[in-house]
């Protein structure tokens, strides 16, 4: 994962910090946790974004964009608040991979820090 760039939030664009959740002895998962605290909202590099509840497999939607380079899910960098415009990088280091996406009315536009 890179850390060069952290990921927004999915659901309202703030940014999202590092965490690392202890898997097993010698494993651990890094993830990005949304700052909100009553936002569940997490990006990892092999699920994308999802919000984990606790004893369920995580729910992950395939609508998700994805690295043509990589297969991996791409998250949310920058968000223009200006165009309403939203901006996906790859989670892979130095991949020039990116995206845009126009947020559409009625979505989350109307939210305001
Ligand atoms: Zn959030
Ligand atoms: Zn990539």
Redesign the pocket.
Known sequence: MRTDILPL?D??Y?TMEPCIAPFSADYSIEFFR?T?KF?H?CFSERLGYVTPKRGEPPLFSSDQPRCDQHNRPMFISTLDRQRNMIRYACPEPHCPDTGTETIGAGGQTSFQP
């Open positions: 939030c659901k309202h703030r949304c909100d936002c909202r």
